[in-house]
Structures are given as C-alpha cells and as structure tokens.
C-alpha cells in the first residue's frame, strides 16, 4: 500500500496544470488585452494587432497532454471588441492508462463584441483518454464564429485511434438562454465506433462550425459550398445560429472543406491555418 500511494503521489506530482484567462476592450476604437494571468505549461501570445481587432496564439511548451494533465482557459470580450484566438500546433492527447486528460474551455462576449475560436486540430493517439468541455456565454448582439476539428490518430503517420476515451461537453448560450448543448461520449473500442454508418461511416476526422448569428442568406452560402466538398458535410440553421458539420477520412480534405466553409462566415483565418 504504501508503494501505490507513492506512486499515486508521484503520477499526480508529475502532471501538467497550464491556464491562461484574460480580457480585452476597446481603446480608441481598438481591440487590446487588459488583464492577463498565465500559469503552468499554457501561454498566450498576442503578434501584431490588426487594426481594429487582436489575434491571440496558444502555445502548450508541455508538447501536448496525458492522463491526469488539466488546461483551463478563461476568455472575456469587451463591448465591441474583435478577437480571433488560435494555437500555435495541433494539440496532441497521447495515450493514457489512468485518468483522462482535462480540457476547459470559457468564452464569453458582451454586447456587440466578436469573438473567433479557431483552434488547429485535436489529435487523439492510440489509446488516448480526453475530457473536454466548451461553455460560451454571448450578449444578444454578440457574434462567434467557432471550430474544432477532432482526428482521431495520426492518419498522415498510418496510425489510427483503436481503443480510448473521448467525452466532448458544449454548452452555448446567448442573451443568458440555453440555445445549445450537446454530450459526446465515445470510449471503449473507439475505431468499430467509428467504422459504423451511424456514427462515422469509418471516418477518422470530424469537425463542428458555430456561426452565431446565423439567417437564411448564410445557411444558403453554406450549403453551396457543401456541394462542392470532397468530404461529408451537413449544414444547418436553427435558435438563431448555423451549424456545419464534416466527417472524412482524410484530415487534410476535412481542414480545406472547413476553411472554404468559414470563409462564408466573415471570420479572418489566422495565419497558422493558411500554412
């Protein structure tokens, strides 16, 4: 006993905590940071501001997460202000034999403020476990424009995700009401999951589009580019925002039919996804 809890002791000693929470607002008409608080492995750069908005770039100098590793991230706009937030690489989950590794993610945005949440793609080893929750709290007049893209393996390396533990919690409300949620949850034998049509057709990236606020003009320019995709695509539009889904089996298509598709929304790409 005394052995397992010095190894319990050391294993918890040993894990990554990385958070960063900050805020922007306006100053002479012009989007910069106010407050900023960095711990642990997560770190936020800021390059050259536009000249009305602020680009914010994510670096985790852990190389990724493992079982057991927590990143929090805390975002608050400003009445008006225009924010686009990225990462520096991909984040890679490695795989984990304990407790899953944790991701929290808080954006929130005041009346007439913009916020664009375009993160490189999440990647999922062999094996991997992984918790990830996204809440966003928006004004009335407030807009996002979010993704995430999801591979689950590193298919450009012939690797695939077989076995593992993936649990994806997304909350979005707007002038303070619930306008959507959704739970995922796929754990266990993660790649038969995967292969069934109901679920991913053997699919082994996905990705989901908020684009808030959304109307028929958008849902229409959306599904024009749905047409002319090389991946699965479904669009659609409902409590005032549009949403675009995409499964393939390809990583690379998946992120080209993604982009064509944001540049729809009126979102400026961050100069990572344009690499």
Partial sequence: MPDALASSASFAANRARGAVAFDVHLIDGKTRRRQLHESGSLRVRFPSPEDDGLTAMFVNTA???AGGDRFDIDIQAGEGTRLTMSTAAAEKVYRSHGPAAEINISLS???GAHLS???QETILFDQARTARSIDIDLADTASLVLCEI??????AMGEAMRTGSFIDRWRLRRGG?????ENVRLDGDIGAKLAKPAIANGGLAIATALIVPGDEALLERLRSVAEQAGTEVGVSLWNGFAMARICAQDAAKLRADMMAL????GAMLPRMWLN
Wanted: charged share 10%.
């Fill in 63 to 65: 190389g990724g997460a």
């Fill in 109 to 111: 945005a005041r009346a």
């Fill in 117 to 119: 949440w375009l993160p």
């Fill in 150 to 155: 999801v591979v689950f393996g590193r298919t």
């Fill in 177 to 181: 009401r619930l306008v959507f949620a």
């Fill in 262 to 265: 944001l540049s729809q929304s």
